[in-house]
């Protein structure tokens, strides 16, 4: 099993930052080895995918928030991170961080963006995302 607790959500205006922080623990001592990443959703819309990263470092984001988000993870803190700049009124959301075990290949990001939809892997209980014009 792995828990996962967000923080760092709040309210900020257009063109601010925030950082979100995931921190994991539970008893499955292989979490470090594997895919993290964040997901959102707004009101009356689906859960999106926003950003993940592996246990190699390799990156993939979503196109909405390219340039804009980083994201990255200290495995010897266990924790992982959302940077969020130059946030816009549409990055409102419920953010949620999520996890999966080791995903490889070209297709890993579309993998667990999917595998995470359909209820595989573990998810955290959400920090909200308030940005206003």
């Known amino acids: 099993q792995v828990q996962l607790v967000e923080s760092g959500g709040g309210s900020v205006q257009s063109g601010g930052s925030l950082r979100l922080s995931c921190a994991a623990s539970g008893s499955n001592t292989y979490y470090n080895t594997y895919c993290m990443g964040w997901f959102r959703q707004a009101p009356g819309k689906e859960r999106e995918g926003v950003a993940a990263i592996c246990s190699t470092l390799i990156t993939s984001y979503a196109d909405s928030v390219k340039g804009r988000f980083t994201i990255s993870r200290d495995n010897a803190k266990n924790t992982l991170y959302l940077q969020m700049n130059s946030l816009k009124p549409e990055d409102t959301a419920m953010y949620y961080c999520?996890?999966?075990?080791?995903?490889?290949?070209?297709?890993?990001?579309?993998?667990?963006?999917?595998?995470?939809?359909?209820?595989?892997?573990?998810w955290g209980l959400g920090t909200q995302v308030t940005v206003s014009s």
């Open positions: 999520a996890a999966h075990s080791p995903l490889y290949g070209g297709s890993w990001y579309g993998d667990f963006i999917r595998r995470l939809q359909n209820g595989l892997g573990y």
